[in-house]
């Protein structure tokens, strides 16, 4: 009987390293790239279009979105805080534009310096040049701190409804919602994953979560108990967010995996050959910490990927 699939968006080579203090070299990016793409991963985030003054580690977003449409297996996107960014994005060749909006104007104002309702207002200008190209680019809104901020402490759930029903009438293709800082727990990410779809259908089907406060994977089941069928990761739990004090690592690519395989969902990705991909990482970051829990453990012998 076919399993059913759950897709895994390698995050890593964005928002794993834009809070690193050294820049990767474009070649050892695209090794990361090639690495885990031969254990099965066809869905990255491969880049930030953002000035490089700001985020220097992102500078040659272009040349590796370039690189990773030579494969026509995978599906390439990378976040785009504004206009700009998108059109750059865009004449690279992203298949999907992923555009930020905090539920927390705190957040909001330290991360793009506009308010959430202006962002709004961006992802509609946004969608409008898409719509008069005669590119087939997916435009995909994270709304982040969903769950909480570090700036501004609790954010409404209205709010969170608000801003993403907002960004479906701004002709957005899809929405996530993001636990930018690692603040969410499993109830309270079945409540709010509920209230989203019920306000904008099935245009909500992906989830962001972070580690901080190691309970992410958790989130992650409450998120599939809602019918999300679409989670970011980054390898080795590499990750954060610069503009949110706090929050550090996304969930480990190679423990979501584990996770989801031993559950009998189907993401088309070997295990193995992810574990060697965050081996292959380590010795492009030498010296980095990594999170994830299975690469150090070993895979149980009675797993089946």
């Not at 609790?154 to 409804?161: A, K, L, N, Q, R």
């Not at 636990?179 to 259908?201: E, I």
């Not at 999300?228 to 954060?240: E, P, V």
């Not at 929050?247 to 050959?273: P, Q, Y």
């Amino acid at each position: 009987m076919p399993r059913e699939k759950v897709t895994v968006v390698e995050v890593g080579l964005r928002d794993g390293l834009q809070m690193l203090p050294k820049t990767m070299p474009t070649a050892n990016k695209v090794a990361w790239l090639e690495a885990e793409r031969a254990s099965g991963v066809q869905h990255f985030e491969a880049a930030s279009f953002v000035p490089p003054k700001l985020l220097p580690q992102m500078a040659d977003a272009a040349a590796v979105v370039r690189h990773a449409k030579r494969h026509s297996d995978l599906m390439v996107s990378a976040l785009v805080p504004n206009l700009k960014g998108a059109l750059a994005a865009m004449e690279a060749g992203v298949d999907m534009l992923v555009v930020p909006v905090s539920a927390s104007e705190g957040h909001s104002r330290a991360n793009v310096r506009r308010t959430p309702d202006e962002m709004v207002m961006e992802v509609r200008r946004i969608c409008e040049a898409r719509d008069g190209t005669n590119r087939s680019t997916k435009i995909y809104t994270g709304v982040a701190t969903a769950f909480g901020c570090t700036i501004q402490g609790g954010v409404s759930e209205d709010e969170v409804v608000r801003i993403a029903s907002g960004c479906v009438e701004a002709g957005a293709d899809e929405i996530g919602l993001a636990d930018t800082v690692g603040y969410a727990n499993p109830v309270q990410v079945r409540r709010l994953f509920d209230k989203v779809k019920k306000a904008v259908g099935a245009r909500i089907n992906s989830a962001h979560f972070h580690d901080t406060r190691g309970t992410g994977l958790a989130n992650v089941v409450a998120a599939l108990n809602s019918g999300i069928r679409s989670f970011d990761a980054s390898l080795g739990g590499l990750g954060g967010c610069p503009y949110a004090p706090g929050a550090s690592g996304n969930i480990a690519t190679e423990d979501l995996v584990f996770m989801l395989e031993a559950m009998g969902l189907d993401t088309g990705i070997r295990l193995d050959g992810l574990i060697e991909a965050q081996r292959t990482l380590s010795t492009l970051l030498p010296g980095q910490t990594f999170y994830g829990k299975v690469a150090a453990a070993g895979v149980p012998k009675n797993h089946m990927s």
